[in-house]
């Protein structure tokens, strides 16, 4: 008796006389003989699609070995995307070593283990504070009143106007209270000043 050897017609069959079915994971044929299937559907792998894939973003690994394609789901890394990030800090990692590449809201540093100032504005988007992940600078680049720097670590000095100064220098923006004067409004008016009252 004479078999044909070439695939079965039907797709999804396989066997000498193609009346078995390919494995349920694959995502078309599969060899007529050996049932190893020609590509495994998203989330699977192996030679018969058996094994599932780890935190891959795509929900796609290699068939041969179960490395993600692309990218890990965030909060994951390795080859498998299966390990978790290295630091709890982390929004996402490395996906070669683990060590934080984002930060999660209100943290910064190389583990992702420093608070962000307070002072920091929320964003308009989630009301989280965001902050550089290498300096710890505001990312919106402006203060909550009464600071003022990069960082929004640096107090306004308490004789400006409204508490109200400089985002780089700290100068008072709108003028100082009565009995103040200079830039920063840190210096006090002479004492003989009529009704303590001063230029600035």
């Not at 050897?5 to 039907?10: G, I, N, S």
């Not at 050996?34 to 290699?62: E, I, L, P, Q």
Request: with cysteine.
């Amino acid at each position: 008796m004479r078999f044909d050897l070439t695939a079965c017609p039907m797709e999804g069959t396989s066997g000498l006389y193609c009346n078995m079915t390919c494995p349920e994971n694959c995502e078309s044929g599969c060899d007529r003989y050996n049932r190893k299937c020609d590509f495994c559907k998203a989330s699977w792998w192996g030679d018969n699609c058996t094994d599932t894939c780890g935190n891959c973003a795509n929900s796609r690994c290699f068939q041969n070995n179960g490395a993600c394609t692309d990218a890990c789901e965030v909060g994951f890394w390795g080859d498998m995307c299966l390990d978790s990030c290295k630091h709890d800090g982390c929004l996402a990692c490395e996906r070669i070593d683990g060590e934080c590449s984002v930060c999660l809201p209100n943290l910064w540093g190389f583990s992702c283990n420093i608070t962000c100032s307070p002072a920091c504005p929320p964003s308009d988007v989630d009301e989280e504070i965001y902050c550089n992940k290498l300096t710890g600078d505001c990312d919106l680049g402006t203060c909550a009143l009464g600071f003022y720097g990069t960082d929004c670590t640096k107090e306004c000095s308490p004789y400006c106007v409204s508490k109200v100064c400089d985002f780089e220098k700290g100068i008072c923006s709108i003028g100082c209270l009565k009995g103040w004067k200079s830039d920063f409004c840190n210096q006090t008016c002479s004492q003989t000043c009529v009704q303590n009252e001063c230029s600035r």
